[in-house]
């Protein structure tokens, strides 16, 4: 029987529109001064707090598998994975002292438990911060003294560099570890295990909780691919409401749960950033579908994993989705359940998209989104049955505007005119924690900057085009580096890519390219050259190709352009 606080929670929830409300709009997506509306009608803006936009349905899926293990097979149940939570919150109030706004750091892979941990921060009247696990001790205390945490949550695997970067920070915090065999219980840590079954706590101490929409829940950590990260202040709002915004059916990527139906969704991206944490872990979860959890990334056991559990939705990140169109495991079979794939973090091109319709033998639904750490994250979708090139990541969802504007002055630009994005929206954070001077960097007149380059068709359909910073400028012509690695992956020998700018002695710069071949290939660079030549605008070619075994990335997929130019040139 569900606790009877949830009947409580789900009385208080009046914000599901009862109207139609996902009509597309009849006018024009571009304003008379060149502002993209979105081509839908806006969602209302739930008044909740995250937890209880998670459970608001508990009642029609409580007994259908939440969370599953794809190693173990250890798995929650709905009522099981609300109740635990509960428990948890209602010991962090009792046992830890936790108050409303207080910080709890979590530093965990994937595990069916991290859930149950977030939600039980949340439903504490406490803020999550994610920590990603293989940070170094220098790393962790860094995040913690910027978080102000008040404990933390890990593995014992972790628990020496936890205590390192204790030290570092001349902190003394309490450390909750989450025990998943049959290790001993590190001495001075305390059991998650005992916080979530603990029958004896009073969990209606979590009725007197009062939390606002707009108080922040989750402070995740920018990916700091161009400077150091910067602690991101997502409200409970930021989050319910892009839930809502790609729920509207002409954009959603998901089915409904039933008596008879469930999706299943693989959850290899890391909870601890924001694209899992939010589309995946909180989205489904409130939607009723169901998580299979892989702590540990191996591509066999992950094509395995898809066949075995019968995966249905994927949500990859480039990296992932190159694999899946070069990797011997991805066969017919082990993708004979996929309905649907959904790209975010980067873009990628058609070929890539292609190569794993081949592996697939037959065309997927594949959608292409685009957001960031700070828009909680999704800004664009494509729609379903969009029938133009995989290489753009849709218009604005509901609610939200943009702009494309010339980076130098702002001034608004038009129709396949490539700028800068702006994005207005519900969904966009206050600014980040305690840094007024990035916050004056990155808001103009409620405007949000982006850093990001793209240009919009007619129908406000975007297609990213680089980073900003990372442009490269030969002879004064701006050359999108994800536009030469779209090209190079489209040779047969290349599997993965990436190209920087490096000095050059006439031109100013000149893009340099590193490339990754597929097995049994040995391509000579002059080949490979060539082939570019053929495909792009003379002050575009590559003439400097470095072979490497692996292209380094960031968690989120996105090529750490910092890390080759230290390495290689």
């Given at each position: 029987m569900i606790l009877n606080n949830f009947f409580i929670l789900k009385r208080t929830l009046n914000f599901i529109p009862k109207s139609a409300k996902y009509l597309l709009r009849s006018s024009s997506v571009w304003t008379h001064d060149n502002i993209i509306k979105s081509p839908y009608k806006d969602v209302e803006i739930p008044n909740c707090t995250l937890s209880e936009y998670v459970w608001q349905n508990l009642d029609k899926w409580a007994e259908?598998?939440?969370?599953?293990?794809?190693?173990?097979?250890?798995?929650?149940?709905?009522?099981?994975?609300?109740?635990?939570?509960?428990?948890?919150?209602?010991?962090?109030?009792?046992?830890?002292?936790?108050?409303?706004?207080?910080?709890?750091?979590?530093?965990?892979?994937?595990?069916?438990?991290?859930?149950?941990?977030?939600?039980?921060?949340?439903?504490?009247?406490?803020?999550?911060?994610?920590?990603n696990p293989a940070y170094t001790a220098h790393e962790v205390q860094r995040q913690l003294l910027l978080s102000e945490a008040k404990i933390?949550?890990?593995?014992?695997?972790?628990?020496?560099?936890?205590?390192?970067?204790?030290?570092?920070?001349?902190?003394?915090?309490?450390?909750?570890?989450?025990?998943?065999?049959?290790?001993p219980i590190p001495e001075g840590t305390i059991l998650f295990n005992e916080l979530t079954e603990d029958l004896s706590v009073d969990v209606s101490i979590l009725k007197e909780i009062k939390r606002d929409p707009n108080e922040i829940c989750f402070l995740p950590f920018s990916s700091g691919t161009t400077g150091l990260p910067k602690g991101v202040e997502l409200s409970h709002r930021n989050i319910t409401v892009n839930g809502e915004q790609v729920n509207d059916p002409l954009i959603r990527c998901h089915n409904d749960t039933t008596a008879t139906h469930q999706d299943r969704v693989i959850v290899v991206l890391p909870f601890y950033h924001v694209y899992a944490a939010s589309v995946l872990m909180f989205h489904k979860l409130s939607l009723g579908l169901q998580l299979v959890t892989v702590t540990k990334f191996q591509p066999e056991a992950f094509f395995g994993t898809i066949e075995q559990y019968k995966t249905n939705l994927i949500f990859v990140a480039p990296p992932l989705l190159l694999l899946m169109g070069s990797h011997p495991a991805a066969t017919e079979k082990t993708l004979q359940y996929v309905e649907t794939i959904v790209n975010g973090a980067a873009p990628v091109s058609?070929?890539?998209?292609?190569?794993?319709?081949?592996?697939?033998?037959?065309?997927?639904?594949?959608?292409?989104?685009?957001?960031?750490?700070?828009?909680?994250?999704?800004?664009?979708?494509?729609?379903?049955?969009?029938?133009?090139?995989?290489?753009?990541?849709?218009?604005?969802?509901?609610?939200?505007?943009?702009?494309?504007?010339?980076?130098?002055?702002?001034?608004?630009?038009?129709?396949?005119?490539?700028?800068?994005?702006?994005?207005?929206?519900?969904?966009?954070?206050?600014?980040?924690?305690?840094?007024?001077?990035?916050?004056?960097?990155?808001?103009?007149?409620?405007?949000?900057?982006?850093?990001?380059?793209?240009?919009?068709?007619?129908?406000?359909?975007?297609?990213?085009?680089?980073?900003?910073?990372?442009?490269?400028?030969?002879?004064?012509?701006?050359?999108?580096?994800?536009?030469?690695?779209?090209?190079?992956?489209?040779?047969?020998?290349?599997?993965?890519?990436?190209?920087?700018?490096?000095?050059h002695a006439v031109n100013g710069e000149a893009p340099k390219a590193f490339v990754v071949l597929k097995q049994g290939y040995n391509n000579p660079a002059k080949e490979i050259s060539e082939f570019v030549k053929q495909r792009v605008a003379p002050y575009k070619r590559v003439d400097d190709i470095v072979f490497i075994d692996s292209i380094p990335k960031n968690t989120s997929g996105k090529i750490l352009r910092k890390e080759l130019k230290k390495n290689y040139c």
């Amino acid at each position: 029987m569900i606790l009877n606080n949830f009947f409580i929670l789900k009385r208080t929830l009046n914000f599901i529109p009862k109207s139609a409300k996902y009509l597309l709009r009849s006018s024009s997506v571009w304003t008379h001064d060149n502002i993209i509306k979105s081509p839908y009608k806006d969602v209302e803006i739930p008044n909740c707090t995250l937890s209880e936009y998670v459970w608001q349905n508990l009642d029609k899926w409580a007994e259908k598998t939440a969370i599953v293990c794809a190693h173990t097979g250890r798995s929650y149940t709905y009522e099981q994975a609300f109740r635990r939570s509960n428990t948890f919150a209602a010991n962090l109030r009792k046992k830890l002292n936790i108050r409303n706004g207080d910080v709890v750091a979590v530093m965990l892979p994937n595990l069916p438990e991290y859930p149950i941990v977030t939600l039980g921060i949340l439903e504490a009247g406490a803020v999550m911060t994610s920590i990603n696990p293989a940070y170094t001790a220098h790393e962790v205390q860094r995040q913690l003294l910027l978080s102000e945490a008040k404990i933390i949550v890990a593995l014992p695997q972790v628990l020496k560099v936890v205590k390192d970067a204790l030290l570092l920070a001349k902190k003394n915090l309490p450390i909750i570890t989450v025990k998943i065999n049959d290790e001993p219980i590190p001495e001075g840590t305390i059991l998650f295990n005992e916080l979530t079954e603990d029958l004896s706590v009073d969990v209606s101490i979590l009725k007197e909780i009062k939390r606002d929409p707009n108080e922040i829940c989750f402070l995740p950590f920018s990916s700091g691919t161009t400077g150091l990260p910067k602690g991101v202040e997502l409200s409970h709002r930021n989050i319910t409401v892009n839930g809502e915004q790609v729920n509207d059916p002409l954009i959603r990527c998901h089915n409904d749960t039933t008596a008879t139906h469930q999706d299943r969704v693989i959850v290899v991206l890391p909870f601890y950033h924001v694209y899992a944490a939010s589309v995946l872990m909180f989205h489904k979860l409130s939607l009723g579908l169901q998580l299979v959890t892989v702590t540990k990334f191996q591509p066999e056991a992950f094509f395995g994993t898809i066949e075995q559990y019968k995966t249905n939705l994927i949500f990859v990140a480039p990296p992932l989705l190159l694999l899946m169109g070069s990797h011997p495991a991805a066969t017919e079979k082990t993708l004979q359940y996929v309905e649907t794939i959904v790209n975010g973090a980067a873009p990628v091109s058609d070929t890539d998209v292609f190569r794993v319709f081949e592996k697939a033998k037959r065309k997927l639904d594949f959608r292409q989104g685009y957001g960031l750490t700070e828009t909680a994250p999704a800004i664009t979708l494509t729609p379903l049955n969009a029938d133009k090139t995989y290489t753009r990541a849709g218009p604005p969802i509901p609610n939200t505007d943009l702009r494309i504007v010339d980076p130098d002055t702002l001034k608004n630009l038009g129709v396949n005119e490539t700028g800068e994005i702006l994005v207005r929206g519900p969904q966009v954070t206050r600014g980040y924690r305690n840094n007024p001077e990035a916050n004056k960097e990155a808001f103009v007149d409620g405007w949000f900057r982006t850093g990001d380059l793209a240009v919009a068709d007619n129908d406000g359909d975007i297609t990213i085009m680089d980073r900003l910073k990372d442009l490269i400028k030969v002879k004064g012509y701006q050359v999108p580096p994800a536009e030469l690695e779209a090209v190079l992956r489209e040779h047969p020998s290349v599997r993965d890519s990436a190209v920087i700018g490096v000095p050059h002695a006439v031109n100013g710069e000149a893009p340099k390219a590193f490339v990754v071949l597929k097995q049994g290939y040995n391509n000579p660079a002059k080949e490979i050259s060539e082939f570019v030549k053929q495909r792009v605008a003379p002050y575009k070619r590559v003439d400097d190709i470095v072979f490497i075994d692996s292209i380094p990335k960031n968690t989120s997929g996105k090529i750490l352009r910092k890390e080759l130019k230290k390495n290689y040139c």
